[in-house]
């Protein structure tokens, strides 16, 4: 598709388990980014690709959450030790360039039980 | 990263009021800015960009004053479907406001 792409839309997991949230972003961006948001908050920057720089980590909550992104394209979000207060939706946007207009996924519903 | 401040409302305005919403933030070598809406349960989407010299799209006007460091939307002859959040976005390094919910009443 044309849009960015993020699997699974939604997720039921326990506390304590790992998951892994993927992003495919419109082929041809270089930016990548991370976001979650909870219930009525707004949005909570985690990661930051921009092609091969290093990536910002410096919204990441805790060692818990790691992401990459390989090839310069899709990007894994993995939390590890899932917690309650990790359930939120996760959403994933890209850009041509670092710092342009945004396109966002339609996110990942993170459920922790 | 630095803050970006929003009255979160709610703005409730009767069809066909115009409504402004402003949004502060503290990065003075921010270099853009943007509009986003948020409908619920939805991701955010693109508005509009916001450039030095103020720009229009339609019923919609966004300025940004540099000197204080503040961004506006300012919405004419408002629909029922503007009913939505609304989000302001600086860059560097690129951070959300926590959005602005306006509600149009029939």
């Known amino acids: 598709g044309a849009g960015v792409s993020q699997s699974p839309s939604n997720k039921v997991t326990e506390k304590g388990k790992d998951v892994e949230l993927r992003c495919d972003p419109i082929s041809g961006h270089t930016a990548l980014y991370w976001y979650r948001q909870s219930l009525g908050q707004g949005l909570e920057f985690l990661i930051y690709?921009?092609?091969?720089?290093?990536?910002?980590k410096s919204g990441l909550p805790s060692d818990r959450f790691s992401a990459e992104r390989t090839g310069g394209s899709v990007s894994t979000l993995t939390i590890q030790r899932t917690q309650q207060e990790d359930s939120a939706v996760y959403l994933c946007?890209?850009?041509?360039?670092?710092?342009?207009?945004?396109?966002f996924g339609s996110g990942t519903q993170l459920s922790v039980l | 990263r630095k803050e970006v401040e929003q009255d979160p409302g709610p703005f409730n305005v009767p069809e066909g009021a115009t409504v402004a919403f402003n949004c502060t933030y503290s990065?003075?070598?921010?270099?853009?800015f943007f509009w986003y809406r948020q409908d619920c349960r939805k991701e955010p989407k693109l508005l509009m960009s916001v450039y030095s010299s103020g720009n229009e799209d339609g019923r919609f006007t966004a300025q940004l004053n540099r000197a204080s460091q503040y961004i506006s939307l300012l919405i004419r002859d408002s629909k029922l479907s503007d009913s939505a959040t609304y989000l302001c976005?600086?860059?560097?390094?690129?951070?959300f406001g926590k959005g602005t919910s306006l509600l149009v009443t029939p």
């Open positions: 976005v600086v860059n560097p390094p690129l951070n």
């Open positions: 990065n003075s070598a921010s270099q853009s």
């Open positions: 946007a890209s850009s041509f360039r670092g710092g342009e207009k945004l396109f």
């Open positions: 690709f921009q092609g091969n720089s290093a990536p910002d």
